[in-house]
């Protein structure tokens, strides 16, 4: 027999006979269990994505900045002018309270930078929308504030709020005669942390309310990056042009919360794989069963010369076939739930909501409430956002069809216990 050329023929013989025959329903399971698999998992990455990216934006473009430095006036003009530096500019954060009209209080980060901020850096803007008023704070003693800490605070737009510095110089008093602050707006960002947290004055106020900041002649900068994942070779360059500045990155700046969205991910996607573990041994034990059913075909092909690995080689063929046909029905599936994966939600809420109705006219009882997934009283999210990435999508798909030849590879081993003879002895 020819080593190779028979494989493929006899393989999809089986194939032909397994889809018409009473293991048809054992082949149509496995199928669509590989293609489940790599469609469940294809949209949780997703969605993921979707979500981590959105936070991540805001954080770095908003929060965190993608490099802090702290340095000299000059060596921040020979920093603002290095190669791949989109914006730069100074900045001061102090810790400190805030009471509302209503007397209701909160902590507050509140940053002073400059009034053209938003002109300066395009990722700032981009991240950051304004809700209700102006994004001005160029005159003294007003700000911009949270639209979460405006909504707790029960601050008005162009009202008033008192302002209690908890840090900053020791040449600013505890309680400053000028702690009112206007309010001139409000922004949104879409992460809770900043929407509930942060207000935004000018250096000016800043100064007045917290005093100088200046370390030793030292003032601290946000440094924006054409692309935030080139922040190493920021920092070697830095360290070159201006030794005596202090950098950090958004790596070890943030390191704590990256790394819990990392473990979060890493746990979605184990629970997701846990699938695939259970299609595979399904389709070991289908592919048992075939080898069985097939043990006078498989002695034939050994009495006519076949080695075992070669035999082997057809059911692998199979389990690949399976594999191969689920993972990419899993694909299409995945990728066109993941680019409308808000309509398919916006889906489930009219089809529940329409049931729910259903459900109460036929009881006579009054008519239920909105059914919303993502309800804004527990939910800080307007929906959800998928962002699909080829890599990630390559290896799910990758894996769904190995992970069934593998099944196969594993069952076809029960080849070589066969014994021609015996098998064949009444035959």
Not at 73 to 93: N, P, S
Not at 131 to 155: C, K, N, Y
Request: hydrophobic share 50%; with cysteine; charged share 20%.
């Amino acid at each position: 027999m020819k080593p190779i050329g028979w494989i493929p023929f006899v393989a999809g013989r089986f194939g032909r006979v397994d889809a018409k025959g009473k293991a048809a329903g054992t082949g149509i399971v496995s199928v669509l269990g590989i293609a489940f698999g790599v469609a469940a998992l294809i949209v949780i990455l997703s969605v993921m994505n979707g979500l981590q990216e959105g936070y991540i934006h805001s954080i770095l473009e908003v929060s965190s900045s993608h490099a802090r430095v702290r340095a000299s006036r000059a060596d921040l003009e020979k920093i603002a002018v290095q190669d791949g530096v989109r914006a730069l500019y100074v900045f001061t954060e102090n810790q400190a309270l805030v009471a509302g009209p209503s007397g209701r209080q909160a902590s507050v980060l509140v940053r002073a930078v400059p009034p053209d901020v938003r002109e300066r850096d395009t990722g700032f803007a981009s991240a950051l929308t304004v809700a209700d008023g102006v994004f001005d704070f160029s005159e003294p003693g007003t700000a911009v504030i949270g639209r979460e800490l405006a909504r707790r605070l029960g601050i008005p737009v162009g009202g008033e709020f008192s302002l209690l510095a908890v840090s900053g110089s020791a040449d600013t008093d505890l309680f400053p005669r000028n702690g009112k602050i206007r309010a001139a707006g409000t922004f949104y960002t879409g992460y809770y942390e900043i929407d509930s947290t942060f207000v935004f004055v000018s250096a000016e106020t800043g100064a007045q309310v917290f005093g100088t900041s200046a370390r030793g002649g030292k003032e601290l900068a946000a440094v924006k990056l054409q692309d935030p994942y080139e922040d190493i070779p920021f920092v070697l360059e830095t360290r070159k042009n201006a030794p005596a500045a202090e950098v950090e990155t958004w790596r070890s700046y943030n390191r704590a919360f990256f790394g819990a969205l990392r473990v979060e991910k890493n746990a979605l996607v184990l629970v997701a794989v846990l699938i695939f573990l259970v299609v595979a041994v399904n389709l070991y034990n289908s592919m048992r069963r075939a080898i069985y059913e097939r043990r006078e075909d498989i002695c034939i092909f050994s009495v006519a010369g076949a080695p075992p690995q070669e035999i082997r080689r057809v059911f692998l063929l199979n389990g690949l076939g399976i594999g191969l046909t689920g993972s990419v029905l899993g694909l299409l599936c995945g990728l066109c739930i993941s680019v409308r994966i808000q309509d398919v939600f916006t889906a489930a809420e009219v089809l529940v909501n329409h049931l729910a109705g259903f459900a109460s006219l036929l009881a006579g009882a009054e008519e239920p409430p909105v059914f919303r997934l993502f309800d804004p009283r527990y939910f800080y999210m307007n929906g959800l956002h998928a962002r699909i990435m080829f890599p990630e999508v390559l290896f799910v798909f990758v894996f769904g069809v190995f992970s069934a030849a593998a099944a196969a590879s594993i069952a076809g081993r029960k080849i070589t216990a066969f014994r021609p003879g015996e098998i064949l002895r009444d035959e």
